[in-house]
C-alpha cells in the first residue's frame, strides 16, 4: 500500500499571504489528523478529520482551517500568514478516530 | 488536559549497546494509549511501538520493548542491540481512547538518540 503523500514537500511564502496543504492518506483510511512542529513548540495537534467532519481541533487560531473530500484526501490552509507560522507541517491518517496514525513526509512552510 | 514529559534531551550510546529511553505522562483519563515514535533526520514520523493502557503485558516490537508502569504514568522505550540506523528524535506521545476530546496525540518534546560506530 502507498503510504501518506503530502504536497507540496517546500514551500516558501511571504507574511499576509495564505497558504493550502494537501494530504492524501493511506487507502482505506478515513482519518486524517494534522500537526505543527517547531523548534519550539514542538509537535503540536492542530485538527483531526474523519468522515469529512472535523471531529477534534486543537488550541490553534482560526487562521488555520481544513477540510476533507469524500475520497479522504485533506486539505490544511492558513490565512493571513504570520513569520511563527513557519513549520513542518504533518499529516497522518488512521482506519478510525482511535487508531494507529501514519506520518507523511510533510511540508516545509517558510514564511519570508 | 494531559502532559507528556521526556526529561533526556539527548543521548549518546555505542552501537550494540542497550538503551532506555524515558517518558512520564499525566493524564486523569483511565482508557488510553501510548506510543513510541521515531523520527531520523529525513523528517519522516514512524511509529515503533504501542501500548494500551488495558493491557498489563509491556508491548515488544523485535529490538523495541516498552516497560509501561500505569501506576508510575511511566513509559519507557528499550533498545536492544542498538544500531546506527536507530539515531534519530524519539517521541513518546499519548492518546485519549474513548470519548470527545480536542487532542489528537500529544506528544513529549523528544530525545535525540545518537549510535555512535
Known amino acids: 500500500k502507498a503510504g501518506v503523500t503530502q504536497t507540496p514537500r517546500y514551500l516558501i511564502k511571504t507574511r499576509g499571504q495564505q497558504v493550502t496543504l494537501s494530504c492524501s492518506p493511506i487507502?482505506?483510511?478515513?482519518?486524517v489528523s494534522w500537526y505543527q512542529q517547531t523548534p519550539g513548540q514542538g509537535l503540536q495537534f492542530l485538527f483531526e478529520?474523519?468522515?469529512?467532519?472535523?471531529?477534534n481541533k486543537g488550541n490553534f487560531p482560526g487562521r488555520f482551517s481544513g477540510r476533507q473530500f469524500s475520497n479522504s484526501r485533506s486539505e490544511m490552509n492558513v490565512s493571513t500568514l504570520e513569520l511563527g507560522d513557519s513549520a513542518l507541517y504533518l499529516c497522518a491518517s488512521s482506519s478510525g478516530l482511535r487508531d494507529e496514525q501514519f506520518f507523511g513526509p510533510g511540508t516545509r512552510l517558510t514564511v519570508l | 488536559a494531559q502532559t507528556v514529559t521526556q526529561s533526556q534531551p539527548e543521548m549518546s550510546v555505542q552501537e550494540a549497546e542497550t538503551v532506555t529511553l524515558s517518558c512520564t505522562y499525566d493524564t486523569s483519563e483511565n482508557n488510553y494509549y501510548l506510543f513510541w515514535y521515531k523520527q531520523p533526520p529525513s523528517r519522516q514520523m514512524i511509529l515503533v511501538i504501542r501500548q494500551e493502557a488495558y493491557k498489563q503485558q509491556n508491548a515488544t516490537e523485535n529490538r523495541f520493548s516498552v516497560n509501561f508502569q500505569k501506576a508510575a504514568k511511566s513509559f519507557s522505550l528499550k533498545i536492544s542491540d542498538s544500531q546506527l540506523g536507530d539515531t534519530a528524535m524519539y517521541f513518546c506521545a499519548f492518546m485519549k481512547g474513548s470519548g470527545g476530546g480536542a487532542d489528537g496525540l500529544t506528544f513529549g518534546k523528544g530525545t535525540h538518540l545518537i549510535i555512535q560506530p
Open positions: 487507502s482505506g483510511h478515513r482519518s
Open positions: 478529520y474523519f468522515s469529512e467532519t472535523q471531529r
